[in-house]
């Protein structure tokens, strides 16, 4: 099975800073990656799929990039409202596994 | 508006069985594709079990293979998921996810609220 790996598993940031987290794949997912918000006590929403396409009502400051193995989740100007945990995902078949979680805190 | 409702979580002692279900509105259940997706508390996501959309095909995670059995009633808008054999390790939030229709792979677009199964003695 392919396994996903996030970098770093937590991170501590100032508002405004921008801020970059990556997730590596263990073989070739091609564009069939995901990042999830899931905010304390929340249930995970979908801000990005196949790798950089933005979803509909997610703020423009959150961007992703990548192919292949490694991938990028961006935060512009990191906002207090975007303390949460990330998580990547890999979706081109099963098992749909995900990355251990990146916390960012401010 | 989609809305996935999770019932059926509890505390059930190891050993024990549980069914949980999921009911969806807001959409054509019958033609997309389903999860289930679990969190241990304080830990990360981890994908349960998937199910097409008239009932086949069924995968399943290594760590409940052989033990979990995943279902759906399309004329009721239900999807399930049957426990069996639970371990303490089984103890977890569990979501039932929809796969979003139109694009290629199996993107989970929607999560419902979640129901906590904890499995102790």
Redesign the interface.
Known sequence: DIQMTQSPSSLSASVGDRVTITCRASQDISY?L?W?Q?KPGK????LI??ASTL?SGVPARFSGSGSGTDFTLTISSLQPEDVA?Y?C?K???????????TKVEI | EVQLVESGGGLVQPGGSLRLSCAASGFTFSTYEM?W?RQAPGK????VS?IGTSGSPI?Y??SVKGRFTTSRDNAKNLLYLQMSSLRAEDTAIY?CARV?GG???????Y????TLVTVSS
């Open positions: 069939y995901a999830y899931q249930v995970p929403k979908l799929y196949a979803q945990t998580y995902q979706y081109n078949g099963v098992p749909l596994t995900f990355g251990g979680g | 999860n997706v990360g996501l981890e994908w998937y995968y995670a290594d979501y979003r694009v290629p792979g199996r993107l989970i677009d999560w419902g609220q979640g």
